[in-house]
């Protein structure tokens, strides 16, 4: 797909409000991730040279939860999304705007965490975020997308390593990581 | 305005290319080369303003912390030395938004 397509893609999405995330080195060359806040679910399209039109070539839905953790992971890359953003994100108000660094909630749990930390209960307070990041986790998979974490630091998304890529317009809409 | 400056740059800068240090720290940690005290000194250097290494380095110890684990060799001095990073990286951070 060149590049006026995938500009015409992310438009289209955009007008629709439906966040685009091309996740450029992630994804298939030229594929799209959009989110649908409605149904909370994140497809990821491409075009298809042939037949001239978009493609969905994977699609997961999320819980709003999840999508309390997935919509600052996304809107990190390819920076890291630190785990003072994704404690704010997930401790926050479900409908609250996306939240940055600067954000007063952020530096709130910046300070919480780092408390926490020297009193050794980082683990404790972030289990139930992390037991969250894990199902993401595997329903990024079948994008094709993998969740790193960092000690202590945040999470960053990198391309799935695995025999078979789950994303690929050759095994369909959607598939397990490793091709079980 | 230079897009590889790591002063400059909110977009991601590409890490291969100078003043970015992403191919010796590869040099370092997968093929165990060992550099001089002067380029020693401008890796670290550059590692001290620059977030994107730094969160490169941070990956890249996390990977070799699992791939330890992975291969039954003993993790924790990949362990300490991403603990003394995580640490320093925040108290960076820390820093960085006092500002």
Redesign the interface.
């Known amino acids: 797909m060149n590049q006026q397509i995938q500009t015409s893609l992310s438009a289209y999405a955009a007008t629709e409000q439906f966040p685009s995330y091309p996740l450029s080195g992630l994804l298939p060359e030229g594929a799209l991730l959009v989110f649908n806040p409605t149904l909370a679910t994140l497809s990821c399209l491409d075009y298809d040279q042939e037949q001239q039109t978009p493609r969905l070539l994977a699609e997961q839905q999320f819980t709003p939860m999840e999508v309390c953790l997935l919509r600052p992971l996304l809107a990190a890359y ?3 999304c630190a785990y003072e953003v994704l404690h704010a994100s997930f401790y926050g108000p479900p409908d609250s705007p996306l939240l940055d ?1 600067t954000n007063p909630a952020v530096a709130r749990s910046r300070k919480q965490l ?1 408390a926490m930390r020297q009193q050794g209960t980082w683990q404790d307070e972030m289990r139930p975020l992390r037991n969250l990041l894990s199902r993401i986790r595997l329903k990024l998979h079948l994008l094709s997308i993998d969740v ?6 945040g999470c ?1 998304l990198m391309p799935l390593r695995s025999r078979q890529q789950a994303v690929s317009p050759q095994n369909g809409r959607t598939g397990d990581s490793d091709g079980r | 305005m230079d897009a590889n400056d790591p002063f400059e740059s909110e977009e ?1 800068p590409d890490l291969s290319l100078p003043p970015h240090v992403l191919p010796h720290l590869f040099e370092l940690l997968a093929e165990g080369s060992f550099p001089d005290a002067a380029q020693q000194d401008s890796l670290t250097l550059h590692l001290f303003i620059c977030s ?1 290494c730094r ?1 490169t380095l ?2 890249l110890l ?1 990977v070799a912390e699992e791939a330890d684990q992975q291969s039954g060799v003993d993790s924790a001095p990949a362990h300490a030395l ?2 003394r990073w ?1 640490d320093l ?2 108290r960076l951070e820390a820093r960085e ?1 006092e500002r």
């Open positions: 390819p920076d890291y660094l780092e790193k974490s960092i000690l202590e630091t960053l | 991601s994107w969160v941070l990956y996390s991403l603990e995580v990286h925040r938004k």
